[in-house]
């Protein structure tokens, strides 16, 4: 994902969020909030809609979220029932949101790469006995609480980007 992608105003009634674009973030904030955090957490629903939070290892590569999980997992469940997760960063005071769709990584080229990454990142492979995922979101929400609601920010993503 560029730069270039159009960023907007969420919609949050009642929070005093102004329509104009003045104090929006930029991309990069969403960049790097992600690429630099640790921890993260992932939430999801079975297929009774039972929620299920849980805070994940990840990496942020390439305008996506990677992260794994146990086969035996409740989130692996979930994930296999209804691939739609939210994930966030762990701080409320710098606040990066994304929403969509998880699909299982499969390309050999690409979980290479993301071992590599991960090697640099936790000093261990992502890819191995356990699932790998790949979130591209469709909706990313951000904002700093020290200037919210100023900063709140919304980026709406097709799935190919």
């Known amino acids: 994902m560029d730069n270039d992608k159009q960023a907007g105003r969420p919609h949050m009634p009642g929070y005093g969020i102004e329509a104009g674009a003045e104090g929006q973030l930029t991309w990069s904030y969403v960049d790097e909030g992600m690429a630099a955090a ?40 979930n994930l296999h029932a209804n691939p ?35 090697q640099e990142k936790y000093g261990f492979p992502i890819m191995g006995e356990h699932p790998t995922y790949a979130l591209r979101p469709r909706k990313v929400l951000a904002w700093r609480e020290a200037d919210f609601p100023k900063t709140a920010t919304r980026w709406l993503l097709d799935e190919d980007s």
Request: charged letters at 25%; zero cysteines.
């Open 38 to 77: 640790r921890n993260y957490w992932v939430s999801s629903a079975g297929p009774d809609g039972k929620p299920h939070a849980a805070p994940v290892w990840g990496l942020w590569h390439a305008g996506a979220f990677y992260f794994s999980t146990g086969e035996r997992t409740v989130k692996q469940r």
């Open 84 to 118: 739609e997760v939210v994930v966030h960063l762990e701080s409320g005071d710098d606040s990066v949101i994304l929403e969509g769709r998880v699909a299982r990584v499969k390309n050999e080229a690409l979980g290479k790469a993301l071992d590599a990454l991960y």
